[in-house]
């Protein structure tokens, strides 16, 4: 099983309490308006709250110094995205991992049957209708009816198969970003086909909540109907189940005999090839909100096992080597390029970007258990948009989409989001 | 009307199978982390029986659970899916019980909770297959006892009960009180809804310990678990040799016959 506890025992034990996870590093902070990277100790302000908190809750727990599990202790575990801001913060100094961790405890506790009964639900739904949302099975293939795209569960062959996504499969205004997806892939003579009704979610809010049984039954089926498919690209249009693909799947011991590419990746590969063109320009001031699972999270994760010694009473050596994904090789050129690339706009970086970047507050569940600090936080992503001027904020996730459009509608303001695709659709 | 629910926690029986692992020194099943226990699956089915009834007649339907440490996010469920009340009959003393002492714990806290009409079980639980607790639990009760029913209807204080069998169903009546051990033919357990999920934190749920029940002593056991392991598959493959393929035919025969299997 790779969400293990006790394999983080010595993260958790040489936590130094500096709380360096709870803000980006010092070189990086550009104002003190927006010098927070942890939505979850932001908004609550207890140390239990932020990812060194977090890990010495970890540690109480794997000690088994923990007796009883209230409700206010599952509240704390949960109310936090799983966005990794902490871990990349705190291996800017000490190279402890912080969110497997953070996963691994609520794995610990899921095992022990603590949970949330929001995630019951959502779990019910995953074992019934292959889908977070609480959806028919059925009508996961719906959002392709009389697009002519090939479907790969009827036995049609492809070179690459779309994997959409829960939430762009069933939301009716995300549904229509699928489209233009498949659209665009055609259009740029991509051999496309989906899966139709057969799609399964990727697992990864199962995997984010610690539900990491559910999680290896997707994971593991993907990977298999993938590979029996014989296509050489899945393409996805959803970062958390790319993320997962890249980070995790890799983890379980199955081949992939496939590439798994995000939506952003694939459209500037096929912009750079000349076989997709901007015609129109749209001229406006926009930013680009890096999702943490096609940023920091998507680094495929090499846990490690050794030997580690002390030298000079301080610096621990491990034997062999240990690889440490801090976060720099996410997926953060690729989308720049295509906004970039876009005739007439003016793109504007936020202040905390890339592997700094702050969360829309969607992630592992939050959305739809804490729907509070998911809007919370992606208005405090809004107003970072607004202070450098944005008159639009594109990202490519439609977790972020979603939820940084509802924060748009309650706060009343008048920033446009867009998904990078729209943007590209509205460009050609 | 009251009717009682027993439902019991095991280890998920749909968990991935390259993430089962038994310890054989414990002689137990070693649930994986990230992998929580559930609701027996029959168990459920015993649950929305109740609720259907409750449905269509009125009635509170209590879920019972014995165990040694009881996992409230899991059990309480059977609140948020329509239960009036949920009972933890949570002890260390309660740990591994084999049927015949569950029963007689279950027993104690029916009687405990007293004028109970019904009392509903799933025909098996799914970790240990072994199918005694709720006709254990009636005879304890001195009520009659139905198992494996698809279907359960109430008239005129007389329950009928449609009964699975291998090539169909039959009716079987008992007057009330009575045990009903429920099968998956009755149908899944209804769907939660958020709504549901937090009108249940306000449902009451109650902890009795084994000093809280007038529990008589315990049976000893009377099942000794020998060993437990996965079992090894082992496939050879043997191709039968022969000039024509009545001599192929005959060679298997014989070779079925040497291994015994014909
Ligand atoms: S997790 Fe890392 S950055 Fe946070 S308090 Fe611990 S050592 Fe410091
Ligand atoms: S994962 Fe994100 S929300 Fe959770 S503690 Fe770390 S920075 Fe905070």
């Given amino acids: 099983m790779i969400l293990e506890l006790k394999d983080y025992l010595d993260d958790m034990k040489r936590c130094a309490r500096c709380s360096l996870c709870k803000w980006p590093p010092l070189a990086q902070m550009k104002s003190w308006r927006f010098s927070n990277n942890c939505p979850s100790i932001a908004r609550y302000n207890f140390h239990t709250y932020s990812g060194g908190g977090r890990m010495a809750l970890g540690l109480a727990l794997a000690e088994g110094r923990l007796d009883t599990i209230t409700d206010e202790l599952l509240n704390i575990v949960y109310r936090c995205t799983a966005c990794g801001a902490c871990d990349s913060s705190c291996k800017y100094n000490a190279e402890l991992e912080v969110l497997w961790p953070i996963y691994s405890t609520r794995a610990h506790l899921a095992g022990m049957g603590y949970f949330l009964p929001e995630h019951s639900m959502i779990i019910d739904s995953l074992r019934k209708e ?3 949302l609480m959806k028919p099975k059925a009508d996961r293939g719906k959002w392709a009816e009389g697009l002519g795209v090939k479907d790969l569960s009827k036995g049609e062959k492809a070179e690459v198969v779309y994997h959409a996504g829960c939430l762009y499969c069933y939301d009716p205004e995300l549904s229509a970003i699928a489209r233009d997806t498949v659209l665009l892939l055609k259009q740029a003579g991509v ?4 899966r139709g009704s057969q799609e399964t979610c990727c697992g990864s809010t199962a995997f984010q909540l610690g539900f990491q049984g559910e999680f290896i039954k997707f994971a593991e089926s993907n990977i298999d109907d993938w590979n029996a498919a014989g296509v050489a690209r899945v393409v996805t249009s959803c970062a958390c189940g790319f993320g997962i693909m890249k980070s995790v799947y890799p983890l379980l011991g199955r081949q992939m005999k496939f590439e798994v590419l995000h939506i952003t990746q694939y459209l500037d590969e096929l912009l750079k090839q000349g076989k997709l063109r901007f015609s129109r320009s749209f001229p406006a001031r926009v930013t680009y909100h890096d999702p943490c699972n096609l940023g920091r999270k998507s680094e495929t994760y090499v846990p490690w096992k050794g030997t580690e010694k002390k030298v000079l009473g301080q610096f621990i050596l491990r034997e062999p080597e240990k690889a440490v994904s801090r976060g720099w090789n996410g997926v953060y050129e690729p989308p720049r390029d295509i906004i970039r690339s876009v005739p007439g706009i003016q793109f504007v970086e936020m202040e905390r970007i890339m592997e700094y970047s702050w969360c829309c507050g969607a992630g592992s569940g939050v959305k739809q258990t804490m729907n509070d600090l998911a809007l919370w936080t992606a208005s405090e992503r809004i107003a970072e948009a607004k202070s450098v001027g944005g008159e639009a904020i594109v990202t490519a996730c439609a977790w972020c989409e979603q939820n940084l459009k509802e924060a748009v509608r309650q706060t009343g303001g008048n920033l446009m989001v867009y998904d990078i695709v729209e943007l590209v659709r509205q460009a050609l | 009307m009251q009717i009682v629910v027993c439902v019991k926690q095991v280890v998920d029986p749909e968990m991935p199978h390259s993430a089962f692992r038994v310890d054989p020194e414990q002689k137990r099943v070693v649930p994986p982390p990230g992998t929580p226990p559930v609701l027996s699956p029959f168990d459920q089915n015993a649950l929305e029986a109740a609720l259907q009834i409750r449905d269509r007649l009125g ?22 899916a329509g239960a009036d009340e949920l009972i933890l ?6 740990r591994d019980l084999d049927s015949f002492a569950a029963a007689g714990v279950l027993a104690a806290a029916v009687r405990k909770i007293g004028e109970v009409d019904m009392v509903f079980t799933g025909r098996q639980s799914s970790d240990w297959d072994s199918g005694i607790t709720g006709c254990v639990l009636a005879e304890e009760l001195g009520f009659p006892c139905i198992t494996v029913a698809s279907k359960v209807e109430i008239a005129d204080g007389q329950v009928r009960v449609e009964r699975v069998i291998a090539d ?4 079987v009546e008992a007057p009330l009180p009575c045990v009903v051990t429920i099968d998956s033919a009755l149908g899944e357990l209804r769907q939660v809804t958020l709504q549901a999920l937090s009108a249940a934190r306000k449902k009451p749920l109650r902890l009795w310990k084994a000093a809280d029940l007038d529990l008589p002593p315990l049976p000893p056991p009377r099942c000794e678990l020998l060993d437990l392991f996965v079992p090894k598959r082992e496939t050879n493959c043997e191709f039968m040799d022969g000039d024509t393929p009545g001599a192929a035919a005959a060679r298997l025969a014989e070779r079925l016959r040497e291994e015994g299997l014909l």
């Fill in chain 2, 168 to 171: 169909g169903f039959e009716v």
């Fill in chain 1, 191 to 194: 051999d496309v086909g989906i």
């Fill in chain 2, 59 to 80: 009635a509170k339907v209590i879920a019972v659970s014995m165990g040694s440490s009881l996992a409230r996010p899991v059990l309480s469920r059977t609140l948020a």
């Fill in chain 2, 89 to 94: 009959l949570e002890d260390p003393s309660f």
């Fill in chain 1, 130 to 132: 292959d889908n977070t």
